[in-house]
């Protein structure tokens, strides 16, 4: 009994962790009202743009990084699955690495237009727009735009068939 008590206790406390995150997600960046948290611990952060249209949701463990010029929009009706990453800014892999104040970093702005459909554990790196109604394959890393109605998978992201509609 007492552990059934106890049970309900930490879940009430954890939605209510969630909840006053999630909240203070919708204050600081522009998301809709009907934007849906799919899960724990998903964590937008930095000083740039971010924008939400209707009807979408990211899974848990899911990170967008918004570097302070940077900005992500995601369209309506748009299913970002769990663990999943998108990022404005990353070091520039052609750098000098031994120069460690004077690093070179790659940004852009991501765009991810309607009703775009994100498995698992992808990686979206700077500066990629991602057309309408495409589908980005679990585990892929998208390193270049995504063509409206291409499905595309692996790493890095490639094309493997136009959508039969």
Known sequence: ???????RVIRWLNRLESDTIQNGF???YKIHPTFKFNG?????YGSGRLEIDE????GGLSTI???EDCKVLIGKGCSISHNVRIYTSSKSPDGDFSEKNNIPIKKGDVIIEDFVWIG????????VRIGTNSVIGANAVVTKDIEPYGIYGGVPARKIRQKQI
């Open 120 to 127: 698992a554990n992808v990686f979206i790196n700077p500066g």
């Open 40 to 44: 724990k611990n998903v964590f937008f």
């Open 26 to 28: 919708r204050k600081k």
């Open 55 to 58: 009807h979408s949701y990211i």
């Open 65 to 67: 990084q918004l570097h």
């Open 1 to 7: 009994m007492i552990t059934r008590i106890l049970y």
